[in-house]
């Protein structure tokens, strides 16, 4: 994983480092701490310069500084893993094969095959030296953030990059479009000082639309938010990337729509193991679930052994805790999504290596106000606030006790009933359950400090909910338990598995159950489908900078292609039944799964969403509504 970053400056009146601030560069280092070097290409005729930064994580392979050059004068910068469709051998390093893949393209078509057979998330900059071409985009999903800042025409400046760039340019920072790949003709440009860009779309290989209706959807969505100056086109031959999932099965059964209309409204809200059991006792239905819990478990297996092991071990974060290092972290509230992660991890990450359940908390608005009746919690916020500072914990923990009940929030009781689940399921595996603590005062000081940038250019209360509990959870500095002592501990996991995609593939939230009842499944089907479609500007590049900020990969085993093309592949009557209480009915096909997984407790539990779970929501406004800009968002 990397932070990567392209100035192309095509006016003489500035020079490509006004461009390139220091704020800019610290950002991208934070994301790719392992090596940080940049590049400046000047070409006199026609008259452009560009900076190539590239700032890597080094996760898989050896150690490949970006950006790349080879001796035609090309440049590679990648941010991205290859888990399929090209071959990466286990000393090799996916940026160094996919430059070595490239330079053997002799056509656009060829660079376009080599995109669609590739599977995993990436986001790239590709410089090629022959044609003055500049190519860029995002991996069919967005599962890498990739941001462009569209300069006026009369700056004659273009960047691209993985967060944003300064303040004073910010009202212009947008996300790359998911929407295929892009080309631009630098000689072009410099010779009419204006920016114009061609587009190669996504295409299902099999679709009921065609080719020209295709094309002005997509041009119609990416150039909606672009300024009058920028001007996007289809590329001329007509060329389109292969999507690499299936579309959608929009097939409805007559039984499931009478099923529909007789029962939904007389819906038990009793929710029991008895209700899982019925469906697995179907010899069809437990088929379908097996078939998606291999699925699953192999996108899972791809996102936890491709990683360097080994050379770092003996290296114990606290006294007492196993000499082996996690490596492996996973976004943990105790629910049925982080559950069966967890779970199907623990089948491939080594036995004598720990897995780091990151679980994270926010002090509530009321115990903050209770100075006079909450002392462990004023002594705790303290605590925190030291946390940064090694030399201040023996003394910290000899002065105050271990309660920290004051964080007990939703998600830290599930939590630690999923971490019983998983220590009966496997009680030899060292599970670090990490209570992540998180007071009013820090939160104010973090989101000012780094979370403010990273979640722009998204800026609901809805993304600043999410996005700081996100950065908080994945930072992984925390408490664990260790002999009925709560010890200081920061996670050195790499590598943060999320359960992002099951809701939005899987029926999981309320507005779903709302869409169900108005318009039925083919409503519900159509809501699923624009879920999956917008994923990339929602969430995924907000996600993928929340986390990348600690120097970690988000790694996403819901949006693993063969996952989404398994669900798409199903009919909505096999992955969710709505007309089922909550905690059963939406991502059914899942909790069917945890059931057989051996997680029972579970399999049951409603979906909470992690700004409730974790109490951040309404806790410094209760008058907001998610959809509602975000006041503490906005910095100038």
Not at 160 to 186: H, W, Y
Not at 277 to 294: C, M, N, P, S, T
Not at 329 to 339: P, W
Not at 370 to 385: A, F, H, P, S, V
């Amino acid at each position: 994983m990397c932070g990567i970053c392209c100035v192309v400056a095509l006016s003489s009146q500035h020079t490509i480092c006004d461009y390139f601030s220091k704020d800019l560069h610290c950002r991208l280092r934070r994301r790719g701490p392992d090596s940080s070097q940049q590049l400046i290409k000047t070409v006199s005729e026609p008259s452009y310069e560009c900076l190539f930064s590239g700032h890597v994580l080094h996760l898989r392979g050896l150690m490949t500084p970006q950006p790349l050059e080879d001796v035609n004068n090309n440049i590679f910068l990648w941010n991205g893993e290859i888990f399929n469709g090209v071959h990466v051998g286990d000393s090799e390093n996916d940026t160094e094969v996919m430059f070595r893949h490239l330079a053997l393209c002799s056509s656009e078509a060829d660079i376009l095959s080599l995109f669609s057979s590739l599977r995993g998330p990436w986001s790239f900059i590709y410089y090629q030296a022959s044609g003055h071409s500049l190519w860029f985009g995002r991996d069919y999903f967005g599962r890498r953030s990739l941001l462009w800042q569209l300069s006026n025409v009369s700056d004659g400046a273009f960047c691209l990059t993985s967060v944003s760039v300064n303040s004073e340019s910010r009202n212009q920072c947008q996300e790359v479009p998911a929407s295929g790949i892009f080309k631009m003709d630098l000689r072009d440009c410099a010779t009419t000082k204006s920016l114009s860009l061609t587009l190669f779309p996504w295409k299902y290989k099999c679709t009921e639309k065609n080719e020209e209706e295709i094309f002005i959807d997509v041009l119609d969505q990416v150039s909606k938010d672009l300024p009058n100056h920028i001007t996007v086109v289809m590329n001329e031959s007509k060329l389109c990337l292969s999507a690499p999932v299936i579309p959608l099965n929009r097939t409805i059964s007559e039984a499931s729509v009478e099923h529909v209309s007789s029962d939904s409204s007389k819906t038990s809200s009793v929710v029991s193991l008895e209700t899982l059991q019925g469906y697995l006792a179907v010899e069809h239905k437990r088929k379908v679930v097996h078939q998606f819990i291999d699925v699953l478990d192999e996108a899972v297996k791809r996102r936890v052994l491709l990683l360097r092991r080994g050379e770092d071990e003996g290296t114990g974060q606290v006294q007492g805790v196993s000499p082996r290092k996690a490596h492996v972290a996973v976004l943990f509230s105790g629910g049925v999504d982080s559950m069966v992660i967890a779970a199907l991890a623990d089948r491939h990450v080594p036995l004598e290596e720990p897995i780091d359940l990151l679980n994270v908390a926010f002090m509530t608005k009321e115990q903050t106000k209770r100075t006079g009746t909450t002392k462990n919690c004023i002594r705790q916020e303290m605590k925190l606030d030291l946390h940064r500072g090694e030399e201040n914990h023996k003394d910290l923990d000899a002065k105050m006790g271990d309660d920290l009940s004051c964080f007990d929030v939703p998600d830290r009781i599930t939590g630690r009933a999923g971490l019983k689940e998983l220590e009966a399921l496997n009680p030899s595996r060292t599970w670090n359950f990490v209570e992540i603590n998180v007071t009013l005062k820090e939160l104010k000081e973090m989101r000012r400090r780094f979370i403010n940038h990273l979640i722009y250019p998204l800026d609901t209360v809805l993304d600043d909910s999410i996005g700081c509990a996100i950065w908080f959870a994945s930072r992984g500095e925390g408490y664990i338990n260790k002999q009925g002592e709560m010890k200081p501990y920061k996670s050195p996991a790499k590598v943060v598995l999320t359960g992002i995609g099951a809701d939005e593939q899987l029926a999981g939230y309320s507005r779903h159950r709302i869409c169900f009842r108005k318009c039925g499944p083919e409503g519900l089907n159509k809501e699923l489908e624009m879920e999956l479609g917008r994923i990339s500007s929602r969430n995924l590049g907000r996600d993928d900078r929340i986390i990348g900020d600690h120097g970690k990969e988000a790694r996403f085993p819901f949006i693993d292609e063969d996952v989404v093309s398994f669900l798409n592949s199903l009919p909505i009557s096999e992955k969710a039944d709505l007309t089922l209480p909550r905690g059963v009915g939406e991502k059914l096909i899942l909790r069917l799964g945890a059931k057989e997984l051996g997680l029972e407790a579970a399999s049951i539990l409603p979906k909470r969403a992690v700004q409730f779970g974790s109490r951040i929501a309404k806790l410094e406004s209760n008058n907001e509504k998610a959809y509602h800009t975000c006041s503490r968002l906005k910095l100038f």
